[in-house]
């Protein structure tokens, strides 16, 4: 079996919440190691666990790390990690905007104890520009992005998007940029410092709407449930079935005529409303009806199954626990199920990074708080056992 891809590389991860984390499981799943460094008191998302529901979303996200403690707001503490910098390959963080330069640990100062070092950071709204000061999480860059007003029916108020996707978004394109940088730096033998806005990284999703206003102006609506966000495709919308709803899009003529043919309504192949793309969008209505009136007859996943074998885009609606039972996604190694030290049996996920001849990297469950400190602090820099206990005793570790 060939290589991880990043084995041999070392990751000092800062960040915290989801779009660092995300960005560093996926290092740390391509064989970096990832060293995830928190205050002494962990970080927030560890917090939220006795609120119910956060343990999950913390495992899905540390899983293959090992964990320290650094109070970096001491003078040992600080002293520490640069240490680790001047060992380690990548430094991850999603701090606001002069947080690391304030403790005298940001790029250029961490770039001079090793150039090639590469400093990965995600912001809300970037390092520079009149917003660089406002607080961002997912909810409020959705507001700012237009997410929210892009979300729901055009005759009611606006909703966020249910996936956490600007958090999310931010740390996938945090990835790619630190793996540019690391593809440049085999090439120069220095680091950079790469940077992604939360801001940056949702504007392209949105890229049906901004044709829709292109094309229509001040026409253009704002919201269209689960019609095309351009309103360039008919049909494509939900439809209610006996027991929940399917989603539907027959983007060609050839999908429709498909469709026609699941339906046994072939005699509607001539129909001048439904002739085409266009004349279909043109008449929408009229095909969501036709569609609706035969949908809500039967089963969502007997229509599902119908129209897939014809070949047409289409799927039930699954509920959470559907999806988290997926079978393609367990077949493929996607998801695992894996006895979790702390919540028991539960299901993680591996990479959607998938490197052929190489298996997907087995998922070590998250680590306790700290629980590699010996590890880090004395076998891999070097401290002897009486010093990582004064480190302790002392409130650095």
């Not at 707001?73 to 002293?79: I, S």
């Not at 998801?335 to 998922?363: A, C, K, Y």
């Amino acid at each position: 079996m060939a290589p991880y891809p990043l084995t041999g590389i070392t990751v000092l991860d800062l960040s915290h919440i989801y779009a660092g984390p995300y960005c560093t499981f996926l290092l740390a799943m391509a064989g970096a190691n990832v060293i995830k460094i928190e205050p002494r008191e962990g970080e927030n998302l560890r917090s939220r666990g006795d609120m119910g529901g956060a343990d999950l979303p913390f495992a899905m996200l540390n899983s293959n790390k090992q964990s320290v403690t650094l109070n970096l707001k001491t003078e040992q503490g600080k002293a520490l990690f640069r240490e680790m910098a001047a060992r380690a390959d990548i430094v991850v963080e999603n701090f606001a905007p002069g947080v690391m330069d304030r403790l005298g640990l940001g790029a250029a100062a961490l770039t001079q104890i090793n150039p090639r070092l590469i400093y990965g950071s995600s912001t809300g709204y970037g390092k520079t520009g009149p917003y660089r000061d406002y607080p961002a999480m997912d909810l409020v860059m959705q507001a700012m992005c237009g997410v929210v007003d892009a979300t729901g029916y055009p005759d009611l108020p606006p909703v966020k998007a249910g996936a956490a996707m600007c958090d999310f978004g931010a740390g996938v394109h945090l990835y790619g940029a630190i793996m540019t940088a690391l593809y440049e730096r085999e090439r120069t033998g220095k680091g950079r410092v790469v940077e992604v806005s939360m801001q940056d990284a949702v504007y392209a999703s949105l890229a049906s709407n901004y044709g829709m206003l292109h094309a229509r102006g001040a026409a253009a609506p704002a919201r269209t449930g689960n019609r095309h966000a351009g309103l360039g495709i008919s049909p494509y919308n939900a439809y209610e079935t006996k027991d929940g709803f399917v989603v539907l899009n027959a983007p060609n003529d050839h999908h429709f005529r498909a469709v026609l043919d699941v339906m046994e309504r072939a005699d509607l192949k001539t129909d001048p409303r439904f002739l085409t793309r266009a004349t279909r969008v043109a008449n929408m209505a009229a095909v969501d009806e036709l569609l609706q009136s035969w949908t809500k007859t039967r089963l969502k996943h007997d229509v599902a199954k119908r129209m897939i074998a014809a070949g047409v885009p289409c799927a039930a609606v699954r509920t959470i626990a559907e999806v988290m039972n997926d079978e393609n996604m367990h077949a493929r190694g996607s998801l695992q199920w894996v006895d979790h030290p702390v919540m028991g049996r539960v299901v993680l996920p591996n990479s959607p990074l998938v490197f052929e001849g190489t298996e997907r990297h087995p998922i070590e469950p998250n680590l306790p708080l700290g629980a590699s400190n010996d590890a880090v602090f004395g076998e891999w820099l070097g401290h002897s056992a009486e010093e990582v206990a004064g480190l302790k005793a002392g409130g650095v570790i």
